[in-house]
């Protein structure tokens, strides 16, 4: 079975940092783009960041630019996303999905083409 597990998620005080995994089972990943997306309390889903198949091409929403840093260990079959600097507002679950490419992935997800989802990991970002 083909499936993404997203892990790593917990409660982390403000200001503090802690890192997702995104690891791939039934497949291999180094020939795809991998996304993280969130979902907070309450809103809709939103896409946080992206990675090529390489690892040379990464992109970030404005909100967690800067804060965020996404890679991937091929070998291992994982995707990482290390958040620094939380704030409350990236309380949410995080989601990770796929694709050939960062545009395809985002293509689908802007028109409603990404319909199977993971059961994500919750991050609380909470004194």
């Known amino acids: 079975q083909l499936q993404l597990v997203e892990s790593g998620g917990g409660v982390v005080q403000p200001g503090g940092s802690q890192r997702l995994s995104c690891t791939a089972s039934g497949f291999t990943l180094n020939i795809y783009a991998i996304g993280w997306f969130r979902q907070a309390p309450g809103k809709e889903r939103e896409w946080v960041s992206c990675?090529?198949?390489?690892?040379?091409?990464?992109t970030y929403a404005d909100s967690v630019k800067g804060r965020f840093t996404i890679s991937r260990d091929n070998a291992k079959n994982t995707v990482y996303l290390q958040m620094n600097s939380l704030k409350p507002e990236d309380t949410a679950v995080y989601y990770c999905?796929?694709?050939?490419?960062?545009?395809?992935?985002?293509?689908?997800?802007?028109?409603?083409?990404?319909?199977?989802w993971g059961k994500g990991t919750l991050v609380t970002v909470s004194s």
């Open positions: 999905a796929t694709d050939r490419a960062c545009g395809l992935l985002l293509h689908k997800f802007y028109n409603n083409g990404l319909n199977s």
């Open positions: 990675i090529n198949s390489s690892g040379k091409i990464t």
